[in-house]
């Protein structure tokens, strides 16, 4: 799994945090989906001991989650 921690990815205009409109684009879902799954990510993340904020979720988590299952 990614290191939560490694922010170095990001470039100085990307936040460590995915929002849902950036989740609806890369997915290709509604906004609704969008936020549905950023929810189920915030909540395996706490379950985990991550603060998480709603709306939002770790980039880094977001792509390795996609990317893992796809695989």
């Known amino acids: 799994m990614t290191n939560l921690n490694n922010t170095t990815n990001c470039t100085s205009r990307q936040s460590i945090f995915i929002k849902a409109s950036e989740v609806c684009e890369?997915?290709?879902i509604s906004r609704a989906s969008a936020y549905r799954l950023?929810?189920?990510l915030n909540d395996e993340?706490?379950?985990k001991?991550?603060?998480v904020v709603n709306g939002k979720t770790n980039r880094d988590y977001f792509y390795d989650r996609i990317y893992r299952k796809a695989c």
């Open 26 to 28: 890369v997915m290709e």
């Open 38 to 40: 950023i929810k189920q």
């Open 45 to 47: 993340l706490a379950t």
């Open 49 to 51: 001991g991550y603060l």
